[in-house]
């Protein structure tokens, strides 16, 4: 009982541990990953019913297909694949640890026999002389020397690169610590926005996810916005707010942000990201009363009815930026104090003098007009962006060691029968076995042309 | 001479190493490979001279907001031919294996055919979100990584095309006919490898600068655009490759398979997420 019980516990950390698992599970996550790409993510209802149909909408919403990235089933096997790496790691770790703690000093015959770089030859100094000669070449040429007298042999042990073994451990635990930080990053965080009109302030931001309102502990004011265009269109060159943080009444920071230029304030990002006008245009007008002389300057928002003296009102009804080549101008009317209507006119900002010659009771003169905006701000706290970057990092140091640095490993076994020394050469490298081959090559010849007392251009 | 005229350059010296390349495979001509190594290295040169012109004309024309030459289609698309003479010019230098030009070249030159053919090349202000570092960061790295990956799949088309005639060829006498002038498979196989090693670390980076990037201007290093999501499905894909090969002893054909898949998706990733779905990012507008 006790064994079956043994045995399926270990059958279910071997199949967390298996590879044949990770390949599936790294294949399984690119496969349903393109779904998220084809359909629609979090529309609304109505987009996905005249997008596929009702009866394709209700099947989405049974497979979290409408925000699938956010899915159970999608998380589930993001769950698997840190699971798998965790108890991969925690399995093989042991096995390159050992190499660390207990080097294979003294050679087997396997090693001399099976390694695929190797060589024998003789020499007719001594096995001392040889192990003497043989330890400075490798120091120099190779890496340091470990010398090991068993059995009446001699064994030279050399290697180098031995932390290349790591990248592969280095490049999971950054996978891990990548998804460690999106994780308390989506649990502590959040992702908001606010708009602010220029000139006001706000202490509340709402979330993106379920327009949750936050509070947070001070006061962002906006005391400015200002977008540039590009010369000779309407594309956009750069558009940033004048931002102020404002604790207790005091102000603790002032920032002009622009795109790809936030503000930090108490681990709180508030970012650039849009713009639009808040309100409705409003006009300066100045306008003198005929009779008295009278001059008053007024701000006039469009469609909404101005107060003039004795009981007369104005109102703008139309604008545009350029009426017949003339530049700006609005289109009013005056109400006489009994309520009606008068005919409506033009005034040309360019052309002040022009009203004068309608000869009505008021005279008006366009000073200009301007258009409040809102500055749009993405708000973003995410305490877990730091650990991402530190996984991030990692995992670039992690792949490069892996891949373009081997643990290379030289064995030497020196055998005297009294007349002759024999020399038993092996040599591996646990990766780019080719490019060992030719450092291998030229390093047997080095040791060869030493040990016979040769120099080693002569043995061609 | 303005930059325009030295891609015209360019495209041609590519395509007079295609055709030498194909020449040298038809007549095992040494002094023609060598040849075409020469103009493919000169179409290099003369198109990195193009590109820092371009940046300088830039200038010219932006004034102050003038910006490294990788910010829309065509720009990209140009790159990607650099970046492929980049990788492939190394790898020749490291192999010699002459015939490689035959099948990595004519990518270069499509790309370049296309981008001078059919994109707009006219050099346009930059939009606020894309005025930032790591954008050139980003499409450096990710460019570089797609083009070891487009060096990997010339190489796999190659083993493919090989290996079942050599299964089928007997005795020891080297094989001969075009296939006989394509390098050893196993080498053939080997450079698939060496490719994506290179490839692959450094989509790492263009991933991981692509985050910062958008973390910077929106506020979230990851938001599962297409874009991303894309290239995160890539990037699966050739770890998928490296684990099947080292642990599993996935080697020859099936490795040369995978790397097929992989530049498709490589290639879905750059182009198709623009041209067949929609994203944010700004070569959809190129
Ligand atoms: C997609 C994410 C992954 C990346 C980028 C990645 C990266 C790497 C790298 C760079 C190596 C080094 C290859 C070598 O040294 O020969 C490696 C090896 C390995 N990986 Fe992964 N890996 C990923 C996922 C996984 C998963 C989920 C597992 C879980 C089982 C896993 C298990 C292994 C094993 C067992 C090795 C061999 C280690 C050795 O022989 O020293 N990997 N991986």
Redesign the interface.
């Known amino acids: 009982m006790a064994e079956t019980k043994k045995a399926l516990t270990d059958r279910i950390w071997d199949f967390f541990c298996s590879?044949?698992l990770?390949?599936i599970v790294?294949?399984l996550?690119?496969l349903t990953?393109?779904i998220?790409?084809?359909i629609l993510?979090n529309g609304s209802p109505a987009d996905y019913v005249r997008e596929y149909g009702q009866a394709n909408y209700e099947l989405f919403k049974k497979l979290q297909f409408t925000d699938m990235?956010h899915s159970t089933w999608f998380i589930g096997i993001l769950a698997l694949f840190g699971l798998n790496l965790t108890c991969c790691s925690i399995e093989k770790f042991p096995r390159v640890w050992k190499f660390v703690k207990e080097p294979i000093l003294v050679a087997g015959s396997g090693i001399f026999k099976g390694s695929a770089n190797r060589a024998e030859f003789s020499c007719k100094d001594s096995k001392q002389q040889v192990a003497e000669k043989l330890s400075t070449l490798l120091e120099k040429e190779f890496a340091k020397t470990t010398l090991t007298e068993k059995d009446g042999k001699f064994y030279i042990f050399a290697q180098k690169g031995i932390y290349s073994r790591f990248g592969a451990y280095l490049t999971h635990l950054s996978i891990l610590i990548i998804m460690a930080g999106?994780v308390i990053g989506n649990i502590w965080g959040y992702?908001a926005f606010v708009n602010i009109v220029e000139g006001s302030s706000i202490d509340t931001v709402r979330t993106f996810n379920n327009n949750e309102s936050i509070n947070l502990d001070f006061t962002v004011r906006c005391d400015d916005f200002d977008v540039s265009y590009?010369p000779g269109g309407n594309?956009?060159?750069?558009?940033n707010s004048d931002l102020v943080i404002l604790e207790n009444g005091q102000e603790i920071i002032h920032k002009r942000i622009?795109?790809?230029?936030?503000l930090t304030y108490k681990g709180i990002?508030f970012?650039?990201?849009s713009y639009g006008p808040a309100g409705n245009a409003f006009f300066k007008v100045r306008v003198t009363e005929n009779a008295t002389g009278e001059v008053a300057e007024l701000k006039a928002h469009q469609g909404k009815h101005v107060q003039l003296a004795g009981g007369y009102s104005f109102s703008v009804t139309n604008f545009a930026e350029d009426d017949r080549n003339f530049g700006p101008a609005i289109q009013l009317h005056v109400n006489s104090p009994d309520g009606k209507h008068g005919a409506p006119f033009v005034v040309w900002q360019n052309h002040p003098q022009l009203d004068s010659k309608r000869a009505g009771i008021f005279t008006f003169v366009l000073l200009g007009h301007d258009q409040p905006f809102y500055t749009g701000l993405?708000?973003?706290k995410?305490p877990g962006?730091n650990v991402?970057?530190a996984g991030?990092f990692l995992?670039?140091f992690g792949?490069?060691t892996a891949?373009?640095f081997s643990h290379k490993r030289i064995w030497i076994c020196l055998q005297d029968d009294g007349k002759n020394t024999t020399v038993l050469l092996a040599g591996n490298a646990h990766r780019n076995q080719?490019g060992f081959s030719l450092a291998f090559d030229d390093l047997q010849q080095k040791i060869e042309a030493t040990a016979k007392n040769q120099s080693p251009k002569k043995e061609g | 001479m303005d930059s325009g005229q030295l891609f015209n350059l360019t495209t041609i010296a590519y395509f007079a190493a295609m055709v030498l390349f194909f020449a040298y495979i038809a007549t095992k001509n040494k002094t023609v490979a060598l040849i075409a190594t020469l103009a493919s290295l000169a179409g290099f040169l003369i198109q990195t001279t193009a590109l820092g012109l371009r940046w300088y004309e830039s200038y010219q024309i932006l004034g102050a907001?003038g910006r490294a030459p990788l910010t829309n289609l065509y720009e990209s698309v140009v790159f990607f031919a650099w970046s492929i003479l980049l990788i492939y010019l190394l790898m020749d230098w490291k192999y010699k294996q002459r015939t490689i030009g035959a099948f990595v070249l004519p990518i270069a030159l499509f790309s370049m055919l296309w981008a001078q053919m059919s994109l707009h090349s006219s050099i346009d202000?930059l939009?606020?979100?894309l005025?930032?570092n790591w954008l050139t960061y980003h499409v450096i790295t990710c460019f570089l990584g797609y083009a070891g990956f487009a060096v990997a799949f010339g190489v796999s088309v190659m083993y493919l095309l090989k290996i079942g005639k050599e299964e089928k060829h007997q005795g020891d006498k080297p094989m001969g006919g075009i296939l006989g002038m394509f390098p050893p498979t196993k080498i053939l196989d080997?450079m698939n490898y060496k490719a994506i090693?290179i490839g692959?670390?450094l989509l790492?980076?263009g991933i991981?600068t692509g985050?910062?990037w958008a973390?910077?201007?929106?506020?979230?290093?990851?938001s599962?655009d297409?874009k991303e999501?894309?290239s995160?499905?890539v990037w699966?894909?050739y770890?998928?490759f490296l684990?099947?090969r080292f642990?599993?002893g996935w080697v020859g054909r099936r490795a040369a398979w995978l790397s097929v898949f992989g530049f498709a998706a490589t290639l879905f990733c750059y182009l198709g997420?623009n041209l067949v779905?929609s994203g944010l990012h700004s070569y959809g507008s190129g």
């Open positions: 590879l044949k990770a390949i790294v294949l996550l690119a990953s393109i998220g790409t084809i993510q990235y999106a992702k590009y594309r956009p060159k750069d558009y622009e795109v790809n230029d936030p990002k970012y650039q990201s993405q708000v973003a995410d962006v991402v970057w991030c995992i670039v792949s490069l891949f373009f080719p | 907001d202000p939009i606020p979100a005025q930032s080997d090693m692959f670390p790492t980076l991981i985050a910062a973390y910077y201007a929106w506020g979230t290093y990851w599962w297409p999501t894309w995160l499905i699966f894909l770890a998928a684990h099947a642990t599993r997420v779905l």
